[in-house]
């Protein structure tokens, strides 16, 4: 089957819509990103892979939850989707079937 | 409410203006929301700074814009919106592929008959491009002309490709333009390397600098050295190998003529390319320039060429030329006749000299028979591209219709994908690539006609083409490019006409083409078959023309006359071959002649003058002939008698054919009168007395009148004739190849019959009728095509017509005629159009012949009764499928 190419950025992106669990949006996803991973990026690359993600099928998006401190502007709230929550899992997948093949003693600090 | 930080408004302006509107909302919201989180987090500095750096990554062109919601949500089950396209591709062709297996004799009659249009386009390329090639192989061939003389002489143009010994060395000289000079001269020479002799007919004498103009590779031998020695040969690769196998034959002797002259061998070169207007076996080393026949126009047989520098325009020079070669030739004009040109030109006489590009000597030569080899006519050229694209259109328009016709069943799949949500644009693409498809697999089959044909079609031309050129970058690209073009165009009809259906009518089951269309289509089937009638009456007036020219009374018995060869090689023992063969039981009679009355042989024209008028001469052939001739050639003696062995005064007689009776002006008695046959230098006359006349005999081919002959008794060796009886012919040419080489000659044993030469002849007329049979049964079936396709597509239109009139009790019978008459109409047109032209253009050809057929009424009516027959055949076979369909399957969609 055809896969849609996921980069090491967008999967960081996604994952972090899943974990915000439908929260997510885009001070949020740039929040959790800091935390996480103590990456700081602008708001545009955020903004940029959502979208991108968005035509690739892997999130889902609606407008809603408009508070004061925005003025009452909407945000836009991002959902993975079943492609998105497939992709990651065969990421994760891939990963572990790698790891397994690894022999155990390659990646003791010693021999790095 | 606001909330208590701000970020710069300037900064918002920017966003608010340059962000794209659709995300402007949320952007802008998280935005703000950030600021206050840096704000509190960092200070205003730190916020305002991170602020600007963040708008900064959402503004043009660093944003991605969010794509519209329709193109958004238009295909919301497929993951990724970029391979809608290809896979709705994979589904036409698939659905292509189902459609084509479906159908299969419409498909299969769609791609032949483009794949036999293309063949015949690719091929007629190949010969025009190989044509078009012709000495284009020189690296020089821009810069090398021949010059040519141009005289007139007694009234008649007598102009030709040949000079003088003397003129290529006098321009080199005289004219610093001339870089180089070279001349070439023909002959044929028996060789021999010492244990086998051979006729060579293709030699070329050459000089030293023949390499130095002609791009002819040297594969052994240094070419600057190769012929600047007397008696040095170069050979071809061809007979190098012929005289000497694999061995290296550079400084062997070859043994030339009857002298056995020792020739040295300096050289061997690349066999000579085809597309060459010379062609030699060898290239001998030229006599020389001969200073006793100082001149341009003393022997009259050089080919002479000259180089001139690049980007020289020829025709300047031309008259330097001619500047020179009125003083060389009015020098000599003066030395013969004792004239000056001018004085010669006022006679109406003239002579001059003229340059030939070399590229153009092939296809724009008007000297025929006196060029190296034949060349060709830039006439059959433009006919033949003329051809080629006739049937190319042809193919391609009913290819067309052929698509149509079928695209018009599919009229329900149409209104399906309609509803299904098929946008035109689809639909066109769907059919394009459908097209394009059959265009290709048309392509592949073409190819393989092409292939296939080729051995044939080089019999047919005597040209040795390959599939090489194909394999050229360009051309294959041009091929493929041109191929989908014509898949796109003929595609394009259907394409554009069924997409644009309204799917309620096509579901509801109607549809219908325009009356429009049906006349187009009409005066494409009438040009049609206006090429193919055209086609027949001409291939049945060539097919006559020869028929007439073999079946000809040609005033000679051909049959049983076996001729030897080269028989003065036996010089002595001429008459003593002849006495031994005679005297086989197989021999009636034998012969000694040079003359041969068919085809190429020595030939002399001079004139003749009745002894009561000597002012009045007669052009007329002289044959030498011995007292056997006319019985072994079974020639007619009208009056008078034979020559006879036991009459010593018949070396003075002469017999004379009935032509040159009727033009002495001796109709009443020619027995017994006596003409001037020669006159010498000192205007002393020999006169001969009539002995006897034969009827006319044809001493050429047809497309000759019969002219006046004489015939005087003397030695003429070259050829002897033996008229045989039927009987065991091989063992009797062993014998007489045995004699022959019991008195071993310098020449090899060699004969041909009588009757094959004969055929030999009118060989050319031959492949004219051969090409045409071709074409015409090509256009015929590419015609026939057109007229299914036609068929076809009516049939289809009508089928509730003819349901309703099967309903209301026509007859099967009747509604095969109602729907076949439809078609007679564009094909009686035609052939009231293509007879004039056909009739026209027939009797240009036939003017080439003194002795022609007529082009007969009956040729048209047979003409236009095979197209009407093989068009009733084409069409009946839709009709007779249509008047038989029930009409309940035709009337229950309604």
């Given at each position: 089957m055809r896969r849609t190419y996921l980069g090491e950025f967008e999967e960081m992106v996604l994952l972090m819509v899943a974990l915000l669990n439908g929260e997510g949006y885009g001070v949020t996803i740039s929040e959790a990103l800091a935390e996480h991973t103590g990456r700081i990026v602008t708001f545009g690359t955020v903004h940029n892979t959502l979208i991108r993600l968005e035509e690739k099928g892997f999130v889902t998006s609606e407008l809603g939850g408009a508070t004061t401190e925005r003025g009452g502007r909407r945000k836009r709230l991002f959902r993975i989707t079943a492609p998105g929550s497939r992709a990651l899992q065969e990421i994760q997948q891939l990963r572990q079937n790698l790891w397994s093949l690894l022999p155990p003693d390659i990646l003791q600090p010693g021999n790095v | 409410m606001k909330s208590p930080v701000q970020p710069p408004r300037w900064a918002q302006w920017l966003l608010i203006r340059l962000h794209p509107d659709d995300t402007l909302e949320e952007v802008s919201g998280d935005l703000d929301e950030l600021y206050t989180y840096w704000y509190k987090r960092s200070g205003k500095a730190r916020a305002t700074l991170y602020y600007l750096l963040?708008?900064?990554?959402?503004?043009?062109?660093?944003?991605?814009?969010?794509?519209?919601?329709?193109?958004?949500?238009?295909?919301?089950?497929?993951?990724?919106?970029?391979?809608?396209?290809?896979?709705?591709?994979?589904?036409?062709?698939?659905?292509?592929f189902r459609n084509l297996k479906r159908q299969k004799v419409s498909t299969s009659i769609n791609i032949i008959g483009l794949a036999i249009g293309l063949a015949t386009c690719i091929l007629i390329m190949l010969y025009v491009q190989d044509e078009l090639s012709y000495d284009r192989y020189n690296e020089k061939a821009d810069r090398i002309f021949r010059v040519g003389l141009r005289a007139r002489l007694n009234?008649?143009?007598?102009?030709?490709?040949?000079?003088?010994?003397?003129?290529?060395?006098?321009l080199q000289q005289e004219i610093p333009e001339i870089l180089k000079a070279t001349r070439l001269l023909r002959g044929a020479e028996f060789v021999s390397n010492g244990t086998s002799s051979f006729k060579e007919d293709n030699l070329l004498y050459?000089?030293?600098?023949?390499?130095?103009?002609?791009?002819?590779?040297?594969?052994?031998?240094?070419?600057?050295?190769?012929?600047?020695?007397?008696?040095?040969?170069?050979?071809?690769?061809?007979?190098?190998?012929?005289?000497?196998?694999?061995?290296?034959?550079?400084?062997?002797?070859?043994?030339?003529?009857?002298?056995?002259?020792?020739?040295?061998?300096?050289?061997?070169?690349?066999n000579v390319p085809a597309n060459a207007h010379f062609r030699f076996d060898m290239l001998v080393s030229s006599p020389g320039y001969d200073e006793q026949h100082i001149g341009w126009i003393y022997s009259i047989n050089y080919y002479t060429y000259v180089v001139l520098p690049e980007k020289y325009n020829y025709k300047e020079l031309e008259a330097k030329i001619s500047r020179l070669a009125e003083?060389?030739?009015?020098?000599?004009l003066e030395g013969f006749l004792h004239l000056t040109l001018k004085q010669f030109r006022e006679k109406g006489d003239d002579f001059g000299v003229f340059l030939q590009p070399l590229t153009s000597i092939h296809l724009h030569s008007p000297f025929g028979g006196n060029e190296l080899t034949p060349g060709g006519n830039m006439l059959y050229v433009y006919v033949l591209l003329a051809i080629a694209a006739f049937m190319l259109l042809i193919a391609c328009v009913n290819f067309m219709n052929l698509a149509t016709a079928t695209a018009v069943r599919r009229s329900r799949e149409i209104g399906v994908r309609k509803v299904l949500g098929s946008v035109k644009g689809q639909l066109q693409q769907q059919f394009l690539i459908e097209s394009v498809l059959l265009a290709i697999a048309a392509?592949?089959?073409?190819?393989?006609?092409?292939?296939?044909?080729?051995?044939?079609?080089?019999?047919?031309?005597?040209?040795?083409?390959?599939?090489?050129?194909?394999?050229?970058?360009?051309?294959?690209?041009?091929?493929?490019?041109?191929?989908?073009?014509?898949?796109?165009?003929?595609?394009?009809?259907?394409?554009?006409?069924?997409?644009?259906?309204?799917?309620?009518?096509?579901?509801?089951?109607?549809?219908?083409?325009?009356?429009?269309?049906?006349?187009?289509?009409?005066?494409?089937?009438?040009?049609?078959?206006?090429?193919t009638i055209s086609m027949i009456i001409a291939t049945v007036t060539a097919d006559?023309?020869?028929?007439?020219?073999?079946?000809?009374?040609?005033?000679?018995?051909?049959?049983?006359?076996?001729?030897?060869?080269?028989?003065?090689?036996?010089?002595?023992?001429?008459?003593?071959?002849?006495?031994?063969?005679?005297?086989?039981?197989?021999?009636?009679?034998?012969?000694?002649?040079?003359?041969?009355?068919?085809?190429?042989?020595?030939?002399?024209?001079?004139?003749?003058?009745?002894?009561?008028?000597?002012?009045?001469?007669?052009?007329?052939?002289?044959?030498?002939?011995?007292?056997?001739?006319?019985?072994?050639?079974?020639?007619?003696?009208?009056?008078?008698?034979?020559?006879?062995?036991?009459?010593?005064?018949?070396?003075?007689?002469?017999?004379?054919?009935?032509?040159?009776?009727?033009?002495?002006?001796?109709?009443?008695?020619?027995?017994?009168?006596?003409?001037?046959?020669?006159?010498?230098?000192?205007?002393?006359?020999?006169y001969y007395r009539v002995i006897g006349v034969v009827s006319d005999f044809h001493f050429e081919s047809l497309r000759q009148k019969i002219g006046p002959l004489a015939?005087?008794?003397?030695?003429?060796?070259?050829?002897?004739?033996?008229?045989?009886?039927?009987?065991?012919?091989?063992?009797?040419?062993?014998?007489?190849?045995?004699?022959?080489?019991?008195?071993?000659?310098?020449?090899?044993?060699?004969?041909?019959?009588?009757?094959?030469?004969?055929?030999?002849?009118?060989?050319?007329?031959?492949?004219?009728?051969?090409?045409?049979?071709?074409?015409?049964?090509?256009?015929?079936?590419?015609?026939?095509?057109g007229l299914f396709g036609l068929a076809t597509f009516t049939a289809e239109q009508r089928t509730k017509e003819i349901g309703v009139r099967k309903v209301l009790g026509a007859s099967a019978g009747s509604v095969v005629?109602?729907?076949?008459?439809?078609?007679?109409?564009?094909?009686?047109?035609?052939?009231?159009?293509?007879?004039?032209?056909?009739?026209?253009?027939?009797?240009?050809?036939?003017?080439?012949?003194?002795?022609?057929?007529?082009?007969?009424?009956?040729?048209f009516a047979l003409a236009g009764l095979l197209a009407i027959g093989i068009a009733l055949l084409t069409v009946s076979f839709q009709s007779i499928k249509a008047a038989l369909t029930n009409p309940i399957k035709s009337l229950r969609s309604e």
């Open positions: - | 963040n708008v900064m990554s959402v503004l043009p062109p660093f944003v991605r814009r969010r794509k519209t919601d329709k193109q958004y949500y238009r295909q919301p089950d497929y993951p990724a919106t970029f391979s809608i396209k290809t896979m709705m591709i994979q589904n036409y062709l698939k659905i292509a009234g008649e143009d007598v102009s030709g490709p040949i000079l003088g010994p003397n003129a290529a060395r006098d050459a000089d030293s600098n023949f390499c130095e103009v002609f791009t002819i590779p040297f594969l052994k031998g240094d070419p600057k050295q190769a012929l600047t020695e007397p008696n040095t040969v170069v050979l071809t690769e061809e007979t190098a190998r012929k005289y000497f196998g694999n061995q290296n034959p550079v400084g062997k002797v070859l043994l030339f003529s009857r002298e056995k002259t020792p020739h040295r061998i300096t050289g061997v070169v690349k003083k060389q030739i009015g020098g000599e392509l592949i089959v073409g190819l393989l006609i092409v292939g296939l044909s080729l051995p044939f079609f080089n019999q047919l031309t005597g040209k040795i083409l390959t599939l090489s050129l194909l394999t050229n970058a360009f051309v294959a690209t041009g091929l493929v490019v041109g191929t989908v073009l014509v898949g796109l165009l003929a595609g394009s009809y259907p394409a554009f006409y069924l997409s644009s259906f309204k799917p309620v009518v096509i579901l509801k089951g109607r549809i219908t083409a325009g009356r429009g269309n049906f006349n187009l289509r009409s005066g494409l089937v009438a040009f049609q078959f206006f090429v006559r023309q020869l028929r007439y020219m073999q079946r000809q009374k040609i005033g000679f018995n051909r049959e049983q006359v076996l001729i030897v060869h080269n028989t003065q090689m036996l010089s002595d023992n001429e008459t003593l071959f002849r006495d031994k063969i005679i005297q086989s039981p197989l021999v009636v009679t034998g012969s000694i002649s040079g003359q041969v009355p068919i085809g190429n042989s020595a030939h002399d024209n001079s004139p003749i003058m009745s002894r009561e008028n000597p002012d009045k001469a007669v052009m007329s052939r002289f044959y030498k002939v011995d007292n056997d001739y006319i019985p072994t050639l079974g020639m007619h003696v009208v009056q008078g008698r034979n020559f006879s062995k036991n009459l010593s005064t018949d070396s003075s007689a002469v017999i004379l054919n009935e032509t040159a009776v009727r033009a002495l002006g001796w109709q009443q008695n020619p027995i017994g009168r006596e003409l001037i046959g020669h006159i010498d230098d000192n205007g002393v006359k020999t015939m005087f008794l003397g030695g003429n060796s070259g050829n002897i004739l033996i008229k045989t009886r039927p009987g065991k012919l091989p063992q009797f040419l062993a014998s007489l190849k045995q004699q022959w080489e019991s008195f071993s000659p310098a020449a090899p044993f060699s004969y041909s019959f009588l009757d094959d030469r004969f055929k030999q002849v009118y060989i050319g007329e031959q492949k004219i009728e051969q090409v045409l049979t071709l074409f015409s049964g090509l256009t015929i079936f590419i015609a026939c095509l005629t109602l729907l076949s008459l439809d078609f007679l109409k564009p094909i009686v047109i035609a052939l009231a159009m293509a007879s004039p032209v056909a009739w026209w253009g027939m009797n240009q050809w036939l003017k080439e012949f003194a002795y022609k057929v007529t082009v007969d009424w009956w040729f």
